[in-house]
């Protein structure tokens, strides 16, 4: 397969999620379409890896294994991630009933 | 439709699907670990956990903030325009017709990337460790507070 069509998806996820993210105002939405976007990070960076592999499997039979290396240390630190945003999803709920995020915005005053 | 649902319910489902297909695409890339730590770390517990909290706080339509229309029109214009130009500025790549390989190889093995990861990586994997450990801590300890 070739590369260019694994690009052109994670730049579509990508955007997807960008676009989520700036027009959502529920919390819980806008951090799944952060998910969204480090798993379309995630998708290219295997492809890559591949890619990287079939150009040099000849000198090296570990070609591109640091890239799924990688992908293994973002899903770790999205894990934590998620534990702690939720975390505060939930006490900002209790704090004000609501999950907008607009609700934030006090943060200024 | 993670975006577009309505109900943050329909939207984790919606979110879970993306990630088996998402899945799909490593398993068809050989990289048969990720595809299992993705289909059990993604789709089974960041989900659950995401499940878990929306129905604890009990979202219904109503708590659905109303959103400006300008505001949501600029947001996706904002992101077409990033796809826009990034897609013209990838489109003449240099590495354009590059294969990535399916079927084939044997890097994304269990046996092979725990060797690379315990060796070459095994400072970076208790750093993650370490991270795990503060993040369960601040998780709790944001959560205790009353």
Redesign the interface.
Known sequence: ????Y???LS???F??G?????????A??V???I??ML?SV??LL??????H???N?ATNA?????A??F???I??????????G??????M??NTH???I?FLNRLKH | M??ISKN?VH??LW?VV??FA?SG??L????Q??FI??LI??AG??MV??LF??M??N?NSD???K?NKW??L???V???C??LV??AA??E?E????????N??N??LIK??GQ??YTD?VV?FEI?SV??L???V???V??K??
Do not use: W
Request: glycine share 6%.
């Open positions: 397969m070739k590369i260019e694994y690009i052109f730049i579509a996820l955007c997807i960008i676009a989520g993210v700036l027009t959502r105002r529920n819980i939405i951090f799944m379409c998910e969204l798993n995630n998708l295997v492809a890559f890896s591949k890619m592999y079939a150009a499997v570990n070609a591109g294994i640091d799924q290396i992908v293994f240390f899903m770790v630190v999205a894990a934590a991630e998620v534990s702690v939720l975390a505060i999803i939930v006490m709920f209790r609501s999950v907008d607009n | 993670v975006v943050p939207s984790v979110l993306t990630f998402i695409h490593y068809l890339l050989n990289a670990f990720l730590v993705n770390v993604y517990a960041i956990l995401f909290v929306i604890l706080i979202l708590t659905e903030p959103k505001l949501k600029a947001g996706i904002a992101g077409g990033l796809m990034l897609v990838l489109k790549a590495k354009k017709g590059a294969i990535a390989q399916y084939s190889g890097i994304g092979n990337l690379v990861l990586y970076p993650s991270l795990f503060s993040a369960m601040g998780a709790v944001i959560g507070r009353d």
